[in-house]
């Protein structure tokens, strides 16, 4: 493993591995330097010349792509890490209550990894879904009903601010309504929202991929050279 943090502040070619025991190299060519001490020029070096350079000792076995790393390294990285990681948040001002009910415990349990857990006292003070999602994909609809084509339906009324599904189990109808709702209310607040996959470059650059489901927006946007931004749904 290669860290930033080790590299030389001088040199642009970053730390070095060194096999076997710098040490008795050491002592060898020191001792050879004094048997041939008559024959050696003398050089004069200046301080300007000069370069530090972090030198790593690789303990694991020759071949090994494993670089043993210091504690303090570790430390580094780790603060760096945890840095990044409390940035990252969602914006209060912005999130609505929504109430799940269905007939599958699946379906609960998908919305439950997909959304926001509410705090004990957010609980208390819940009052008033800002929306409603009934989830009965187990039965069907009617379709003698008007506007009925089929055994499926997945209605969205804003106005009631709910959301209906029947005939259909497909979890994803829940976090796609939702979306829509957030992708009608948020514009209102001027706050963009794209069903888009996105990544940032090394100058801070950033690239959007905008596509339907499962045509290959998180494949397109994973690039080692760039940061993930987010594969999917974003205000």
Known sequence: MRSDSLASLTRETGLKVVRGDPARKAEATKVAAEHHHYLMPTINVSDSALKFTHVLYNL??????????????????????????NSLDKD???RIKVQIVSARAYHSLFMHNMCIHPTPDELEDFSTPDFTIYNAGQFPCNRYTHYMTTSSSIDLNLDRKEMVILGTQYAGEMKKGLF???????????ILSLHSSNNMGKDGDVALFF?????????????????????????
Request: with cysteine; charged share 25%; proline share 6%.
């Open 60 to 85: 694991s076995s020759p071949g090994s792509p494993n670089i043993e790393m210091d504690e303090h390294t570790f430390l580094v990285n780790r603060e760096r890490a945890v840095d990044y990681l």
């Open 92 to 94: 209060p001002e912005h």
């Open 180 to 190: 829509g709702v957030m992708h009608y209310l948020m514009p209102k607040r001027n």
């Open 211 to 235: 596509e339907l489901s499962g045509i290959g927006k998180t494949t397109l946007s994973t690039d080692h050279n760039k940061l993930l931004i987010g594969d999917d749904e974003h205000c």
